[in-house]
C-alpha cells in the first residue's frame, strides 16, 4: 500500500512560477520555489520507500502465518501421535489386567509412537522459531514504514507552506516550511541511521 503525495505539486509549481512572473522575479520567490521542489523530491522518495517497507512488512507476515499452520499441523500430529501411543498402551494393560501376555507388538507401536512424537515435537518448534523471526523482521519494517510514513506526511505540510509562503510571500511562513521539511528529513533519515 503505497503512500500517495496528496497535494498536486504540479499545479503548485505553476502557481509558484507564475507568482514569481508577476512579482518581477523576486529572490525569496526563487528560493521558496526551490526548497518546495526539494521537498516535493524528496517526499517522492520517502512515500515509494514507505511502500516498500509496508509491502516487504505484509508478506513476511503472510509467510510467518503460512509457517504457523504449518507448525499447528505438525502439533495436531503429535496429538494423533499421542492418541494411537494412549491406546497401544491401554490395550496393553487390558491384556495384562486378563492375565495374558502382552503381544510384542502393543509396546513396540507404543514405544515407536513416543519416539515419533519427539521428532515432531522438534519440527514444530523448529516451524515455530522460524515464524518468530519472520515476525520479528515483520515488525522491524513496520517501524521503518511508520517513519517513511511520518517523513511524508511532514513534507506535505512543508510543501504547502511553501505555497502559502509564495503566494503571501511572508518569510516566516517559509521558514515554517523549512523547519517541517527539516523535521520530514530526519524522519526519513531515522529508518537508514537505525538500521
Known sequence: MPEEIEIDTDKLRETIDEEIEHSGSSKMLKWVSLSTAIL???AAVASLKAGDTVNEALALKSDATRIQALASDQWAYYQAKGIKGAVGRASAVTWKAAGKPVPGDIDSTAKRYDNEQKEITAKAKELEAERDAKELEASA????????????????????????????????????????????????ALPFVAG
Open 141 to 188: 519494517l513496520l517501524e521503518k514504514h511508520h517513519r517513511f510514513a511520518a517523513a511524508v506526511a511532514f513534507f506535505q505540510v512543508a510543501i504547502a507552506l511553501g505555497a502559502v509562503a509564495a503566494l503571501t510571500r511572508v518569510r516566516l511562513v517559509w521558514f515554517g516550511s523549512l523547519a517541517l521539511g527539516a523535521a520530514g528529513l530526519v524522519f526519513f
Open 40 to 42: 516535493a523530491a524528496v
